[in-house]
């Protein structure tokens, strides 16, 4: 990785002046620079190379076609490791699955748990609209019940 990283960035830059990579500096400061620059490139190397392979321990698949991210590490990992408990996160997936299935806190008024709904306002259209289907199925109801009780009745009178 050094001596791609040397090819990318390092020595024949700058028409083979001496120091020319340092920014005119010779001796030891253009050496340290250098070997900066030289781990800076070998680092990137690493992570590029680190992207394209499944982040499991041991398994270098490779993640470039299909991967799975994984929102717990914040790694990619191939098909065989996506699951959170395959790759080591299954703390966390089962402390994330509790607070999901717990859902939102219970909003509180005046330091308790309001239990009661907010009653609608009387002349809102959705409230008028809710009466009307409430009395329209209420009718409906009660014109059922009359038709039996009318047959129950002719029943009786026939016997």
């Known amino acids: 990785?050094?001596?791609a990283a040397e090819r990318r960035f390092g020595a024949g830059r700058g028409g083979g002046r001496v120091g020319s990579s340092a920014g005119g500096r010779s001796g030891p400061a253009a050496a340290?620079?250098?070997?900066k620059a030289s781990s800076d490139a070998a680092l990137l190397d690493r992570y590029a190379k680190d992207a394209k392979q499944c982040q499991h321990v041991g398994c270098r698949a490779s993640v470039v076609v299909i991967s799975t991210h994984c929102r717990h590490c914040n790694k990619t990992y191939c098909t065989a490791h996506s699951l959170p408990e395959s790759h080591g996160?299954?703390?966390?997936?089962a402390a994330a699955a509790r607070k999901d299935r717990r859902g939102p806190p219970a909003p509180m008024l005046g330091g308790a748990p309001s239990a009661k709904p907010r009653p609608m306002d009387p002349n809102d259209p959705k409230r008028k609209q809710?009466?009307?289907r409430l009395k329209a199925t209420l009718q409906k109801k009660e014109e059922s019940r009359s038709a039996k009780d009318s047959k129950a009745k002719s029943k009786k009178k026939k016997k």
């Open 32 to 35: 340290s620079a250098s070997a």
């Open 130 to 132: 809710l009466e009307k």
């Open 89 to 93: 996160c299954a703390t966390a997936a």
């Open 1 to 3: 990785a050094a001596a």
